[in-house]
């Protein structure tokens, strides 16, 4: 109960402030009689998402597929890739400068190339999800990794640890927070990434449904689809955020503690 009333009081701002947008946008939508092509209502867009929710969950499940499963595949490649550029200072040298180039590359021109690659199934849109949270994962964890505590190292390697010891003990956990930072940037765009993905080539999504809904300008409809895409991105980083309190309970309970 006592978590309850803090989560409570501390989301209590962001709430007030969100109610206090959508009652001004109401507002300013009645008053100067905006069409809704243009701008929808915040009361429209709620009557549009239960009037075509029957339409909405084949959508929903493929993006929320591509996203997760392109999610995880990314985590998995910038672990392998993050332990073997600390490592190897040689390959940290070499590779770290070709994945900053990499994100310099529009993910709206890449995502064509893997259709041409792979054809118009699943496997392309789980590779773009894996390519934008490739990047934040893989940077974090080496940088988590470089900044272990040295003391820390030396002591346990004087006391016989092995090299998968101090790895084991000090290194991963002391670079758990950065990996986690990683990973709620990765799944803040994921969603996002699959749905950018579903426009270039796709039967079901909402990507599809997105531009759909554009190009018959029903601007509700597309509002709708904001809404959805954000409430999964919300939820995706909210799993993020508690497995991130599971596993380093440490954390957690030494910032209660300075409060």
């Known amino acids: 109960m006592v978590s309850l009333r803090q989560f409570v009081r501390s ?151 092995s090299f998968w010891q101090v790895f084991y003990s000090v290194r991963f956990p002391h670079a758990l927070p950065n990996l986690f930072t990683g990973l709620r940037i990765g799944a803040t765009y994921s969603v996002l990434a699959a749905v950018i993905s579903e426009w270039v080539g796709a039967s079901s999504g909402l990507g599809i449904y997105l531009i759909k809904a554009q190009s018959s300008f029903a601007t509700d409809k597309v509002f709708v689809v904001i809404v959805i895409i954000s409430l999964l991105s919300c939820l995706l980083f909210l799993v993020v955020v508690i497995l991130g309190r599971v596993m380093m309970p440490w954390k957690h309970k030494s910032h209660k503690y300075k409060k």
């Open 11 to 161: 989301a209590a701002p962001a709430i007030s402030a969100i109610l206090i947008f959508l009652v001004l946008w109401e507002v300013v939508v009645r008053f100067w009689e905006i069409e809704n092509w243009i701008l929808p209502a915040p009361s429209l867009i709620v009557h549009t998402l239960f009037q075509t929710w029957h339409l909405l969950p084949e959508h929903i499940w493929m993006t929320t597929k591509e996203a997760v499963l392109g999610f995880l595949l990314g985590i998995a490649v910038a672990l392998v890739m993050a332990f073997i550029l600390d490592i190897s200072p040689f390959l940290r040298k070499s590779f770290y400068p070709i994945l900053l180039f990499s994100q310099t590359i529009p993910i709206i021109a890449i995502a064509p190339l893997l259709i041409i690659w792979f054809g118009y199934g699943i496997l392309p849109k789980v590779l773009v999800v894996a390519l934008v949270t490739f990047f934040p994962v893989v940077v974090s964890v080496v940088e988590g990794l470089q900044s272990s505590d040295r003391d820390m190292i030396r002591l346990v390697r004087s006391m016989g640890g």
